[in-house]
């Protein structure tokens, strides 16, 4: 029987979706409260945009925060129940739409962003079409900010870095999170390689850390066509 | 009493001059043996460039590997005793010439380079002007090849994950190195930044992994002004 990781995904995000969107609102992810959520935000802002694309926006908090500080947002994610607690919680436009239908259509969402963000949205082996998708819908001098758990954060022992599929259990999470997910672990250089090969430059690599621990928590990616003219 | 770090750096160097030159040349570092040699001359030899600047040559074993495969080779390294020991192993052209001596005026190794090579030879603070150096000295479609211990190999219990100095006791390679070395660590990020400064574009991010472990053992960076043209 084969199955189907990219659908391992999907499902537990419908699974998941109101676990999820307590533990988002609740502020019950440490390494989010303490660390990431203020860096991909900061990576954001730091672009000084009018308008941003949040690919994966899950219920909708980096969308809130964003129209809170006057900048107009779009979001859409493929779990129809996180996208209805999005609309819900805020006047913002959401979309839902798989990562396959916005590769084959990307301005279904608009475009002329001056960011697109991927918060830990990009799961699954092959973003390539998605990064893609994201460059094609940027207005001039947009970027694409990305987020993903630190390659060298709780390297599992005896776990080769190396690129491959792992399992989250979401154990930090609470009993709420009834079904575990698939996702594809990838090295700092790939990552790299992923995010730029639809012709971008690197213009950022961050790395936040925990604050107490002082290890790394995130790579906090930033690209865009346009880091000569800058 | 205020110590530079970079002198003593200069003076571990003379100091160590025949062990580490025993320690290279009788292949007893492992990680070099297994990995890191192989990993650097293939993403050299993969620009299949016809002169090469070894900046921070040493007893100078790549260039001899480089010429082997018919590669045109200047090396230069601060520590007279190592220059020394480089001449008298084979007939490149070998300078000895301080990083700063450099950093003043490159073109005193010549110029014209297909690659500018650095492999673990960047341990101070101040690499900027390295860099810039090496820059200025490449011919067109020119790159730096960098090379360096991956930031997340062996990170000490409780050290945090941030740019600073740390000390290098040898430890690993026998009773005959007599003077530890204060080198500068450097985060993925870090490196990155200091590499692209001269407004060179990232061209790979490679980070080659023990074949046992499956652990990164080094950073691989390879970038110039030509990404855009390939």
Chains 1, 2 share one sequence.
Not at 168 to 178: I, N, P, R, V, W
Not at 206 to 219: D, I, N
Request: aromatic letters at 8%.
């Amino acid at each position: 029987v084969t199955v189907d990781r990219e659908d391992l995904i999907k499902s537990s995000w419908t699974d998941n979706a109101a676990a999820w969107t307590e533990s988002v609102r609740q502020k019950r992810i440490a390494s989010r409260a303490l660390v990431t959520d203020a860096a991909v935000l900061a990576a954001v802002r730091a672009r000084t945009p009018s308008r941003v694309l949040d690919i994966g926006c899950g219920e909708g908090w980096l969308c809130r925060v964003l129209q809170g500080h006057e900048i107009e947002t779009v979001g859409f994610d493929g779990t129809r129940e996180l996208i209805e607690r999005a609309r819900a919680a805020s006047p913002g436009l959401y979309h839902v739409l798989t990562y396959e239908q916005f590769a084959d259509n990307p301005e279904a969402v608009g475009s002329g962003y001056d960011v697109a963000v991927c918060n830990f949205s990009l799961l699954g082996e092959d973003i390539g079409a998605v990064i893609r998708g994201a460059t094609e819908v940027l207005g001039p001098g947009g970027v694409i900010v990305l987020q993903t758990v630190h390659p060298c954060a709780d390297l599992p022992d005896g776990c080769r870095y190396e690129d491959g599929w792992r399992m989250e259990e979401f154990g930090a999470l609470g009993s709420d999170f009834h079904t575990p997910m698939p996702w594809y672990f990838r090295t700092v250089g790939s990552w790299i390689r992923a995010f730029t090969a639809p012709g971008l430059d690197l213009i950022e690599c961050a790395e936040p850390v925990h604050p107490e621990s002082g290890q790394p928590v995130s790579l906090l990616l930033t690209a865009g066509r346009a880091a000569k003219a800058q």
